[in-house]
């Protein structure tokens, strides 16, 4: 018993001059970063020809828990289990309290998977097709295909003419996605915004694929304009093009409708093949009124979408929908597993479709509307507030991302866990983002800006390049 160990017992730090925790996941002492600089082209203030220096973080080593051998009387004191007890409740406190400061990436944090701990003393893997069997029985296929079927009835594409997984992340459905529309033309050129994803100039680094990076709007949006003229000089190759349905750092939703016009109507007819990457949006967009359709009565070949993030499972996981008609150029019978190879990974993770299925059967198409809508007006309220402020800011129509001016503290941003990206950062309203988290941010921010710039004695930067001069609120642009 661990409450049992003697006065005389040495205490297992000192036995092992164990370091002590650090202060990061003491929720009272957070420390302030101080990490190496490494610098960007792009960004800067507007006309200054001055480059932001990309701020990263610290190296982690400088932090991590190292692993040690048992002392041989480690079972009769029990110090060490006691230890790890430590260990891992003052690291359940860190995570209370980052949950509480958690706004710049769209996780939602709001769920409760408290039935399914049942489950966790089992290994289940889903390695192989979701929809062939393995000889391994410690599966959740069932699952799987039940969560398949819905968000193929969500993109409206049949059973019998669909074929997806559950994927571990976003960027494997991006992976594969992207490795699809390769197989279907193995001579394209893949087609992508620069406000895409980093994983799809990922993907066309290992599949050796020419990109071509297409101009946007400062919404975030694929320019069209440019996306013609690229296509142009390219009449002869075929096109893979990404689309995204909510980019990583504005939120902008590329224009499905005007994509697939412009490849038609410039000699493309029948040869392209498009991936919706909608990581956050794809899932949100159907429960948005007046909203264009992610639909596979479209002329698209797949759509990723990613499972922690606005449906809400405590661990990483996507969902990968295409045509059955394609997954046939890139998958392989396998004897070892008695089943089909098209998945990016081997094994995949056979617990994450029970979340999934949990989520859906819980809240299914009502529940999400109603989250869809909250985001959406809680988002509004961010940016009204901001702009009361006088901050400059800027919110898509079709989007809960609000871009604002990046804080000037570092600290602040580590604070809040903002993403930025040169001169903006953005807030990701989920549906644990409530009005008084909202508020608790503001007030802050207000404070540190009036230090920040001195009492209105220094001017914002102008973001205009960023969020467009309408949206910019420096004195410049101030109306």
């Known amino acids: 018993m661990v409450g049992s160990v003697g006065n005389g017992s040495m205490d297992l730090r000192e036995k092992e001059k164990v370091e002590p925790l650090p202060r990061e996941f003491d929720p009272e002492e957070i420390v302030p ?5 490494e610098t960007e082209g792009a960004g800067g203030e507007e006309g200054s020809g001055k480059s932001r220096e990309i701020v990263l973080g610290r190296n982690v080593h400088t932090m991590c828990f190292a692993i040690k051998e048992p002392e041989a009387d480690d079972e009769v004191t029990g110090e060490r289990e006691a230890y790890m007890a430590s260990v891992l409740a003052r690291y359940r406190r860190s995570l209370i ?7 710049g990436y769209p996780y939602n944090l709001d769920f409760d998977y408290g039935a399914l701990g049942q489950l966790q003393h089992f290994s289940i ?31 409206e594409l049949e059973k019998n003419e669909y074929w997806g997984y559950i994927t571990n992340c976003g960027t494997e459905g991006n992976l594969h996605g992207i490795l699809v529309g390769r197989e279907v033309f193995p001579d394209g050129i893949l087609y992508a915004s620069g406000e895409s994803h980093y994983s799809i100039f990922k993907a066309a680094r290992m599949y050796r694929m020419e990109c071509l990076k297409v101009d946007t709007l400062a919404s975030g949006e694929i320019d069209c304009t440019h996306f013609k003229a690229s296509l142009l000089q390219n009449m002869e190759r075929p096109a893979i093009v990404n689309v995204n349905i909510g980019t990583t750092v504005k939120g902008a939703v590329d224009d499905l409708d005007l994509v697939i ?19 956050l949006f794809g899932l949100m967009m159907p429960f948005v009124k007046r909203a264009p359709k992610v639909t596979f009565k479209k002329p698209i070949g797949s759509v990723s979408v990613s499972g922690h993030k606005f449906v809400g499972c405590p661990m990483p996981c996507g969902v990968q929908i295409t045509r059955l008609q394609h997954i046939n150029v890139l998958s392989s019978n396998v004897e070892y597993l008695a089943s089909r190879d098209a998945t990016i990974m081997g094994s995949r993770n056979g617990h994450a479709p ?11 198409y009502r529940g999400f509307q109603k989250e869809v809508q909250k985001c959406l007006r809680n988002a509004h309220y961010l940016k009204d507030r901001l702009k009361e402020a006088g901050i400059s ?8 991302t609000v871009v604002f001016e990046r804080p000037e503290d570092e600290e602040f941003v580590r604070q809040w866990q903002l993403a930025c990206e040169g001169n903006i950062a953005h807030v990701v309203v989920m549906p644990n983002v409530t009005i008084d988290k909202l508020d608790s941010f503001l007030n802050e921010l207000l404070r540190h800006r009036s230090c920040w710039y001195q009492k209105g004695n220094i001017s914002p930067p102008c973001i205009a390049a960023d969020i467009g001069e309408e949206n910019c609120c420096c004195a410049l642009h101030k109306r």
């Open 97 to 103: 309290d980052r949950t509480k400061h958690h706004l």
């Open 354 to 364: 029970i979340f999934l299925w949990y989520t859906l059967n819980r809240k299914g």
């Open 261 to 279: 016009k412009t490849l038609e109507e410039n000699g493309f007819k029948d040869r392209f093949y498009i991936h919706c990457d909608g990581a």
């Open 393 to 400: 800011v800027m919110l898509n129509e079709l989007s809960s």
């Open 33 to 37: 970063p101080k990490p190496p600089l």
């Open 125 to 155: 893997n889903n390695l192989g097709d979701p929809f062939i069997e393995s000889n391994y029985g410690v599966h959740s296929r069932q699952f799987e295909v039940g969560v398949l079927d819905w968000f193929a009835r969500l993109w």
